[in-house]
């Protein structure tokens, strides 16, 4: 379709392949302004009338060979009329859809690979609606499952990544530890022997971790000195498993935080951590529920036609080996293994102190254990968002009986701990009650994990302390908010995406590397992070 203005701007000519219409000016003058308008509207309603035309064309009725003709088809459209054929149409169409959406699809049905395929099928084989339609549903139904598996299939890989052991991690103990057995200075007392008094001193902040992760401590340790006004009030009491021991105490005795003070201890040097005293450890290491829970298929019995992806990687990240270990059970036993301190906090190792934390130490717990940040509000919808109802099954009649599923959740990971007062109450003995119910009921009142009991145990003994003292989710949330990152005074990377792992979110793992010491020989020699 083409206009054409005469040069004398007399006369306008709108022509198409079939039609020409000639619109003549009268000689009266017009001002310009009229017809530069005139134009513009004319401009504008073409276009459409091409579209509509095409349309028209396209749906097979009969072609029109005059602009009347052509008037009388379009008149409706623009009045927001269809005819009757129209109607019917999407009527059957509609109908066809719904005889298709009910009956299974054909055993042997051959699916197209693609949209392309599938229109050139149609011409081949001339379909009629009905066909389209099924083998359209079909196509739908196995992409979604297709879908669905692989989402499915990367959470379990995710998985597998979040329990392994980097490379580079493993060869940094390993070359720690043959250090310790060759270098007597790795060997060397910690601290050395007149700070020993320091270890038991209330007028110190000592902050306790429990680790077998040597690069994770040195970061957690790191960051609290660093972030410190006074890092000559801070004493570290590292815990750790026989196996890392001897790697652990290398590391710290090679590389000094002074002024701070760090000891390093196994949990076979604690005198009361023995079978007598946690009888309930052994039973979660041996229950061959536990066993088969962990070490097992973690897909075998899980219906995952009925469950959501984010509802799988809660449940695979609550069967982490991390919860059958000793260490991630010892923070339950603080009153105890540390008898001549008052308050400590209890720090978990994929956390990153930002901020001087001192101030902890000031903080009014009215009376109670606990203080730790709740985590049923907050911005993050997600990441705050938890009630009792999150962590325990709410059919079965004990924990329905004594819980309120919506009660607010707190959080592990930063958590002052108020030892004067805990050796007052019961909180181990109701942790451990708990504990072997669960393990009596095959695990049905929650799945494992350290939180769920404690959160019971500690029921009334929790005190709510700002939530900028602890931010979580950095583990599996990658929407967090960096500039709520930076003003954080701990960053915790709970969940599978550890900045160590290559799964790790790379925009948030700047905040973790940037305590870790690349310049230390046995850094680089294990390519860490590289």
């Not at 219409?21 to 310009?32: C, D, L, Q, T």
């Not at 979604?144 to 980097?166: G, T, V, W």
């Not at 929650?446 to 404690?454: E, F, I, Q, Y």
Request: hydrophobic share 40%.
């Amino acid at each position: 379709m083409q206009l054409q203005i005469s040069p004398s701007m007399r006369s306008i000519t709108i022509s198409s392949s079939n039609d020409l219409m000639k619109i003549k000016v009268a000689p009266r003058h017009i001002s310009y302004r009229t017809l530069f308008h005139t134009i513009l509207i004319l401009a504008f309603l073409l276009p459409f009338v091409f579209i509509v035309t095409a349309l028209v064309t396209l749906e097979g009725v009969n072609k029109c060979s005059s602009i009347d003709c052509l008037g009388r088809r379009l008149g409706p459209r623009f009045l927001a009329r269809i005819d009757d054929s129209e109607q019917r149409l999407v009527r059957d169409f509609y109908k066809i859809l719904n005889e298709v959406s009910t009956p299974d699809i054909p055993d042997g049905l051959k699916l197209p690979a693609s949209f392309r395929q599938l229109v050139s099928d149609m011409k081949n084989n001339h379909y009629d609606a009905k066909t389209f339609s099924l083998v359209l549903r079909a196509m739908i139904e196995k992409f979604e499952r297709d879908i669905r598996e692989s989402k499915f299939a990367e959470l379990m890989n995710k998985h597998f990544a979040a329990s392994s052991i980097p490379k580079g991690i493993h060869c940094l103990s390993l070359r720690l530890t043959d250090e310790y057995t060759s270098n007597a200075h790795a060997r060397r007392q910690l601290p050395s022997p007149e700070l020993l008094p320091l270890l038991s001193d209330n007028a110190y902040h000592h902050f306790v971790l429990a680790t077998d992760n040597i690069l994770a401590a040195s970061v957690v340790v790191s960051s609290a000195v660093q972030s410190s006004s006074k890092p000559e009030k801070i004493v570290f009491h590292v815990i750790t498993d026989k196996k890392t021991y001897a790697g652990m105490h290398s590391w710290f005795a090679l590389n000094s935080v002074a002024p701070a003070i760090v000891e390093v201890k196994s949990v076979h040097q604690f005198d009361w951590l023995t079978r007598e005293n946690v009888p309930v450890l052994e039973a979660v290491e041996s229950h061959h529920v536990i066993r088969n829970y962990y070490h097992g298929n973690h897909i075998a019995g899980a219906n995952l036609s009925e469950t959501t992806p984010r509802r799988f990687a809660s449940k695979l990240q609550s069967r982490s080996p991390k919860y059958i270990s000793l260490l991630n059970h010892l923070r339950i036993y603080l009153p105890e293994l540390f008898p001549n301190l008052d308050k400590v906090v209890f720090l978990d190792d994929d956390i990153v102190i930002q901020r001087d934390l001192s101030p902890l130490w000031d903080i009014d717990l009215h009376g109670k254990v606990n203080g730790a940040v709740e985590t049923c509000r907050g911005e993050d919808e997600w990441v705050m968002s938890k009630r009792f109802r999150t962590y325990f099954n709410f059919s079965h009649p004990l924990i329905s009986q004594h819980l309120d599923p919506e009660e607010c959740a707190w959080a592990y990971g930063m958590n002052i701990f108020d030892l004067r007062t805990w050796r007052k109450t019961n909180i181990r003995e109701t942790y451990h009650s708990w504990l072997k119910a669960n393990l009596k009921s095959n695990l049905t009142m929650w799945k494992l994990g350290t939180l769920p009991p404690a959160l019971i145990a500690f029921k009334g003994h929790v005190q709510a302390i700002d939530s900028s003292w602890h931010m979580l989710g950095l583990g599996y949330q990658s929407k967090t908010n960096l500039e709520n990152v930076k003003k954080a005074a701990v960053i915790h990377y709970n969940g599978q995406s550890k900045p160590w792992l290559e799964i790790g979110f790379e925009h948030l793992r700047p905040f973790w590397t940037k305590y870790v010491n690349y310049s230390n020989d046995f850094i680089k020699s294990c390519h860490i992070l590289e």
